[in-house]
C-alpha cells in the first residue's frame, strides 16, 4: 500500500445542513468541511498532494512542476506546500490574457511560484512536452524534479479519498448512523476515483454520486476509470494494509471501475467550467445566509447547486441521509465580478 506525509487537519468535521435540508423538504444533507484541510492548502488536493509528496520525497525531489487553470486550487495548494517545504514550485498555468493578480494567482506569487504561462492551445495539446521540457531544463540545472499531474489526479492521487471513505466510517460510528450517499464534485477526476477506491476497498454500502463542473458524464466515467485502473498497481497485496482484509483487494476489472458504473449526475456545468450564472450565485448567495457556510463558484456552488436541484426533482429518497463533500476553492470567490450586491 502506499504511503504518505501528513500535512493536512484531519479529520475533518461533519455538519448537518439543518436548514437547506428542512426547505427542501427531501432527504437530509451533510456536509463534510474538506475546505477546512488546512488554511493556506484548505481543500481537496492537500489529501491527494499528501501521498504524491510522499513519492516525490523518496525520489529525493528537490523542484515540483505541476500546471492547471489561472486560478488552480491545486496549484497555489502545491506552491503553498512547497512553500513550507522549502522545496521550489514551478507552476504552468493555462491562461491566454495576462491576468489580474487576484485570487489563487495571488497566492501562488506570495508563495514564491515559478509561474509560465501557456495558451490554453497549448495546455490542450503540448502540456505534457511542456511539462517534461522543463523538468529537462531543471535536470540540466542539476536539479530532481518531480511533476504532479493536474488537479494530482493520478492513481497515487486517489489513495487521499480513499482514505476519506474511512473517516466517514470512524465518523459514521460516532453519528450512530450512516450515509446512503456521499456527493462529490467532479473536475479532474481523482476525487471521485478515490472515493470509489475506497468504497471498493472498505467495502462501503453507501452509493457514491460525482456532479460534473466541466465537460460532461462520459468523459469523466472514462477518465475516472483509467484514473483507477492506474491505482491498482500501488495496493501491493504482498504488503498486507492491517485493516484491509485480503477480499477487498480490488482487481482491475472491479465492476465499481467499469466507467458505466461511475455514477456522475450531468447537467449543471451552466455556462461552463469557471463561469458562473446569476442563478448559481444566487444559490451561493442562500448558503451563506442560511448556514454560515461559503461554497467557490467553480465546484462546490455548481454541485450543492445540483444536488438540490435533483432532491427538488426526486432522485433522492425522502428517508435517505447524503454527506456533500465541502472540497474547498473558497479563494475562488474573490475573483470573479459577481453579480450581487
Ligand atoms: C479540484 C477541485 C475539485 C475537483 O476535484 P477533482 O479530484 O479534480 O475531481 C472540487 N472542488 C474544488 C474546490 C477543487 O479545487
Known amino acids: 500500500m502506499p504511503t504518505k506525509r501528513s500535512y493536512a487537519t484531519l479529520p475533518t468535521k461533519i455538519e448537518k445542513l439543518d436548514r437547506l435540508s428542512k426547505s427542501l423538504e427531501g432527504p437530509e444533507i451533510y456536509i463534510k468541511r474538506d475546505d477546512q484541510t488546512g488554511l493556506e492548502f484548505s481543500g481537496n488536493k492537500i489529501r491527494k ?183 491498482i498497481p500501488y495496493i501491493d497485496t504482498h504488503i498486507p494494509d492491517t485493516h484491509i482484509p485480503d477480499t477487498h483487494i480490488p482487481e482491475a476489472d472491479h465492476p465499481l471501475f467499469a466507467p458505466e458504473n461511475i455514477q456522475i449526475i450531468d447537467g449543471y456545468v451552466g455556462e461552463g467550467y469557471g463561469k458562473s450564472r446569476k442563478v448559481e450565485w444566487h444559490f451561493l448567495q442562500h448558503i451563506a445566509r442560511s448556514e454560515g457556510i461559503l461554497l467557490d463558484p467553480v465546484y462546490t456552488g455548481k454541485a450543492l447547486y445540483g444536488l438540490t436541484e435533483e432532491i427538488k426533482k426526486g432522485t433522492f429518497d425522502n428517508t435517505q441521509r447524503i454527506l456533500f463533500i465541502h472540497t474547498g476553492g473558497v479563494f475562488g470567490l474573490i475573483p470573479p465580478s459577481t453579480p450581487l450586491r
Do not use: W
Open 49 to 231: 498532494l499528501e501521498y504524491l509528496m510522499e513519492e516525490a520525497l523518496q525520489e529525493g525531489a528537490d523542484a515540483l512542476i505541476t500546471c492547471g487553470a489561472i486560478q488552480s486550487n491545486h496549484c497555489r495548494a502545491t506552491a503553498a506546500l512547497g512553500a513550507k517545504l522549502g522545496i521550489p514550485v514551478y507552476l504552468v498555468l493555462k491562461e491566454n490574457r495576462e491576468p489580474e493578480m487576484i485570487g489563487n494567482y495571488l497566492l501562488d506569487h506570495l508563495f514564491g511560484a515559478d509561474i509560465q504561462r501557456i495558451s490554453e492551445a497549448d495546455y490542450q495539446h503540448r502540456r505534457g512536452e511542456i511539462l517534461e521540457e522543463l523538468a529537462t531544463q531543471l535536470k540540466q540545472e542539476g536539479k530532481t524534479p518531480y511533476i504532479i499531474p493536474e488537479g494530482a489526479s493520478n492513481g497515487l492521487g486517489c489513495f487521499g479519498y480513499r482514505d476519506v471513505i474511512e473517516e466517514i466510517q470512524q465518523q459514521e460510528k460516532a453519528l450512530g448512523f450512516s450515509f446512503d450517499t456521499v456527493v462529490v464534485p467532479t473536475g479532474s477526476g481523482s476525487t471521485l476515483g478515490g472515493l470509489i477506491l475506497g468504497k471498493a476497498m472498505y467495502d462501503y454500502p453507501g452509493e457514491i454520486i460525482g456532479f460534473n463542473i466541466a465537460a460532461d458524464a462520459k468523459t469523466f466515467q472514462h477518465r475516472i476509470s483509467l484514473i483507477l485502473q492506474e491505482a
